[in-house]
């Protein structure tokens, strides 16, 4: 059985000069999604004769994948096209079907990725049920960094085991975060603002500390009308702005007040503590 071929932007024959810009663009639909948590983000591109016929990205955990997505879009038009993928085509059934599975029944002739799926359930199992299939399938090797930086978290977690932690911080030239009496309550901008929106709408949960709460009791929520969307962008993600992220309050004394905007959320934590003790 043929194994998947391996090879970099500058090792292309002249007649598949062009895939890089069809990988670059299916990695610009898998940024399309804020957050598919606790999938990955994806892209998918369909070409035929140099013209795509089928584009598609993964919305949401539980919605179509990406080539399912554009398989859908290219219909008949599928058939002994090339597919150009930011991750392996998965090989599992979960909420939903095997990508790979599809990807053979709608007939397309090769298959281009840009990264193996580190998920044990595929790990290179994608590709060969592909290439069993006689399916040709080829790595840009140049996109894999692009496409595990589309969606760090979930490389980091499948890999490693752990998350894949930003720490947030807002402070003057001076090292400082807030005027001396206490009464400030921003020194970023608006545009900061929004980036770290978005960068609440694409985590899984925002932690702050006991300190932070009893100084500025912050909602820790994601404000939708922060993020300065785009109406269709908007619309792209309406699935996965409707849960907010997961509120963690780093409290090991419990001292967050009833009184509190996220009270709630160590009251479950005292009840486990005090069965525990």
């Not at 049920?129 to 692009?146: E, N, R, W």
């Not at 890999?159 to 932690?165: L, M, R, T």
């Not at 709408?201 to 932070?212: D, L, R």
């Amino acid at each position: 059985m043929k194994a998947m071929k391996k090879i970099r932007n500058d090792e292309l024959e002249p007649e598949f000069i062009d895939w890089p810009v069809y990988m670059r663009r299916a990695i610009d639909l898998a940024g399309y999604a804020i957050n598919t948590s606790s999938n990955p983000r994806v892209g998918c591109v369909l070409v035929t004769n140099q013209k795509i016929v089928g584009e598609g990205w993964h919305v949401a955990m539980g919605e179509d994948h990406a080539e399912i997505m554009a398989l859908k879009q290219a219909g008949d038009r599928a058939t002994s096209s090339i597919a150009f993928v930011t991750l392996e085509p998965c090989s599992h059934t979960g909420r939903t079907g095997p990508c790979s599975d599809a990807l053979i029944q709608a007939g397309v002739s090769q298959v281009v990725i840009a990264s193996i799926d580190p998920n044990p359930e595929v790990a290179g199992s994608g590709v060969e049920k592909l290439v069993a299939a006689g399916i040709p399938v080829t790595q840009l090797t140049d996109f894999d960094s692009l496409a595990r930086a589309v969606t760090p978290g979930y490389f980091k977690r499948r890999e490693q085991g752990i998350p894949y932690v930003r720490c947030k911080l807002a402070m003057s030239l001076d090292g400082r975060t807030a005027l001396a009496n206490g009464q400030s309550k921003w020194i970023s901008g608006r545009q900061s603002r929004s980036d770290v929106q978005r960068l609440r709408a694409a985590s899984g949960a925002v932690i702050t500390g006991i300190e932070t709460v009893l100084a500025d009791d912050p909602s820790l929520n994601v404000r939708i009308s922060d993020l300065n969307l785009h109406p269709e962008e908007l619309a792209r993600n309406e699935f996965s702005l409707s849960t907010q992220p997961l509120r963690v309050i780093l409290d090991s004394r419990l001292r967050t007040p009833d009184t509190a905007k996220n009270s709630h959320i160590t009251g479950r934590g005292k009840d486990l503590l005090h069965r525990a003790a």
